[in-house]
């Protein structure tokens, strides 16, 4: 009997360009500055408050929106960092990482046909997870060499049938953040025309050049606004998967309606070592601020040596390149040989894109690795186009 047994609205999505190169990756030996996880683990009070927990027999389910010190926690760092007074009890969901959190609530607020607006490129996940929603994807193609949110592009996309914006911001994989302006535009838009924004702030703690703006601090944008972040960026523990959906009780409560039959609850001793970390002092966050933009630098040098052209990057730990100096002018046949040609490993912008031409040529490598590492990475590549 001949079938096909993949659903239909899940048809070309397949495996996840990070699960190829980060095979790719193993089968070479080659250094992977594809998926975005550092090298090195993260603070060791907020791994040692894990362990205790372990110890402590905090083992067994905990509460499906999170256990009540995390959200605590959540709530003390929004009012820390930007002034959001929020109710931890209502206003909060912990999530098994900001993955799951961007599913549940594409899950809990699209109806089949709904429209949803996201920036292109966007992260593989934006596209499963409106597939599975059963809602249309409208991409906003943010464009080298400037990435720049296109308001007038934005305004024109809406329709009668849009359900809500998809913002991601510091954003994956150029590395832009959006400024005052383009935000204000965003919220502008969405009281007008009465739409619900999901923002994905994952990379909140990694901005060099412009300061990271929560939409949700806008006026008018509390209500309308749910706020997305996790815990396996900010703090080197990605495996972990912690994350979390903020806002206005009525979006969370969509987010925990569909998340309770996707993990119902995950993480019960690392929820309490999260909640840890949330506290540390300025310092950490300042210190983690100043490592990442030191790594930016280099590798972005690096790369200019090698003859890429490169766009730095304002935030996250990802730099953009283009191929076609270096004789390319498809960046997927590039990730593809790079292994084999000097043993390093990057992911292709085209597979982020609805709009394959505007990310043909671009390729994305990550930086959050030890600057050895960073060396090594970049030798490799001036040898093979030496």
């Given at each position: 009997m001949t079938r096909n047994a993949l659903a239909s609205r899940l048809h070309g999505l397949g495996t996840t360009v990070f699960a190829e190169m980060s095979a790719l990756a193993l089968a070479t030996g080659s250094i992977n500055l594809g998926q975005g996880f550092p090298d090195t683990d993260g603070p060791d009070e907020i791994a040692e408050a894990a362990i205790a927990a372990i110890r402590d027999g905090r083992n067994q389910y905990p509460p499906n929106p999170g256990i009540p010190e995390l959200r605590a926690a959540i709530a003390a760092h929004q009012q820390r960092f930007y002034g959001q007074t929020i109710d931890p009890d209502s206003e909060i969901v912990v999530t098994t990482g900001a993955t799951e959190a961007v599913a549940a609530a594409l899950l809990g607020l699209v109806d089949p046909g709904d429209e949803v607006i996201a920036l292109e490129p966007f992260y593989d996940s934006y596209a499963a997870?409106?597939?599975?929603?059963?809602?249309?994807?409208?991409?906003?193609?943010?464009?080298?060499?400037y990435f720049r949110l296109d308001v007038a592009r934005l305004r024109a996309a809406v329709t009668d049938r849009t359900r809500l914006i998809l913002l991601n911001s510091p954003h994956n994989p150029t590395g832009t953040v959006l400024n005052r302006d383009e935000l204000q535009a965003v919220a502008d838009l969405a009281i007008e025309r009465d739409l619900i924004v999901v923002t994905d702030e994952v990379y909140e703690h990694m901005t060099y050049d412009e300061a990271h703006i929560p939409l949700a601090t806008f006026p008018g944008m509390a209500d309308r606004t749910l706020t997305i972040s996790s815990a396996g960026k900010t703090f080197s523990f990605t495996g972990w998967k912690v994350g979390w959906a903020v806002g206005p009780a009525d979006l969370v409560t969509a987010v925990r309606t569909a998340k309770q039959f996707l993990t119902f609850v995950s993480g019960a001793p690392f929820q309490p070592a999260i909640a840890v970390g949330?506290?540390?002092?300025?310092?950490?966050?300042?210190?983690?601020?100043?490592?990442?933009?030191?790594?930016?630098?280099?590798?972005?040098?690096?790369?200019?040596?090698?003859?890429?052209?490169?766009?730095?990057?304002?935030?996250?730990?990802?730099v953009t390149a283009d191929v076609r100096p270096l004789g390319y002018s498809d960046g997927i046949e590039f990730c593809r040989d790079l292994p084999k040609r000097c043993g390093v490993v990057a992911i292709p912008h085209q597979v982020f894109y609805d709009d394959l031409e505007a990310g043909r040529p671009l390729v994305r490598f990550a930086f959050?690795?030890?600057?050895?590492?960073?060396?090594?990475?970049?030798?490799?590549?001036?040898?093979?186009?030496?």
């Open positions: 997870g409106i597939a599975m929603a059963a809602g249309t994807r409208v991409g906003i193609t943010l464009r080298a060499p949330l506290g540390l002092p300025d310092a950490y966050y300042d210190g983690l601020r100043a490592s990442l933009q030191g790594k930016r630098d280099r590798l972005c040098a690096g790369l200019r040596e090698v003859g890429f052209e490169v766009f730095e990057p304002a935030g996250t730990y990802f959050c690795k030890k600057d050895e590492v960073l060396d090594e990475a970049v030798d490799r590549m001036r040898g093979a186009w030496a």
